[in-house]
């Protein structure tokens, strides 16, 4: 196996609008699911990527509906409006990358209404042969960004989801990582104006993000 400490690993940023991504299985979840996020890679195996997600949706009954492009193993967590599942991706995409060694999907990665972004992180062959393939999918027709970003690098952060991150750039500003902590997460959704389950939400979410990217690079 490749000597990751020894490696150049790289990010890799691909966005898909709605219609370019139009003929895609996984689009028709959203007739379900108001965003499908992916939170980590467990395993590749023939049928695709094997990862834990986490779906919104506006009504339990969501879980029940069909499910192109996903096969979900177990469902971990529960609420009346997210659920965090044990999954298979088995869509076009996802098997590209399963395909491949030595390259990962990270956060953030998610599916919604306004697209479809996927965060990479892998040795510069595997993304160059991971790009090759998504082209070969979808054509030209998705936009892309490269570099070498890491947990730590002011420019990573603008890879969260716009919710994310003007949630988490809120509680830095009011004090929320200080220490002793200057608000609480009420006054961050008050400020917000939005829930305060939102905020804890938002924050669990940006920080997995950062965590997870953190001890990759490390």
Not at 36 to 61: P, T, V
Not at 118 to 133: C, N
Request: some cysteine; proline content about 4%; aromatic content about 6%.
């Amino acid at each position: 196996m490749i000597g990751m400490g020894a490696a150049d690993l790289r990010y890799m940023q691909i966005n898909i609008t709605p219609e370019t991504g139009e003929h895609l299985p996984g689009r028709a979840l959203l007739d379900s699911f108001s965003s499908i996020e992916f939170l980590s890679h467990i395993s590749n195996d023939q049928d695709g990527m094997r990862c834990l997600l986490r779906l919104e949706y506006d009504a339990e009954s969501a879980m029940e509906a069909e499910m192109p492009a996903i096969q979900i193993l177990r469902v971990i967590e529960q609420s009346t409006n997210a659920a965090l599942v044990e999954a298979v991706a088995t869509g076009p995409l996802p098997r590209i990358f399963a395909a491949l060694e030595h390259v990962w999907w990270v956060s953030p990665t998610f599916l919604s209404h306004e697209g479809f972004i996927v965060t990479i992180r892998g040795t510069s062959a595997s993304l160059r042969a991971a790009r090759k393939g998504v082209t070969t999918l979808l054509g030209e027709k998705y936009k892309i960004k490269l570099g070498a970003q890491t947990a730590h690098n002011a420019s990573f952060l603008e890879l969260l989801p716009k919710k994310q991150r003007t949630v988490l750039d809120q509680a830095v500003k009011m004090g929320y990582y200080d220490r002793p902590r200057r608000c609480t997460q009420r006054a961050i959704a008050e400020a917000l104006n939005i829930k305060q389950a939102t905020v804890s939400e938002h924050l669990q979410s940006a920080e997995s993000a950062i965590i997870h990217a953190y001890v990759l690079e490390r």
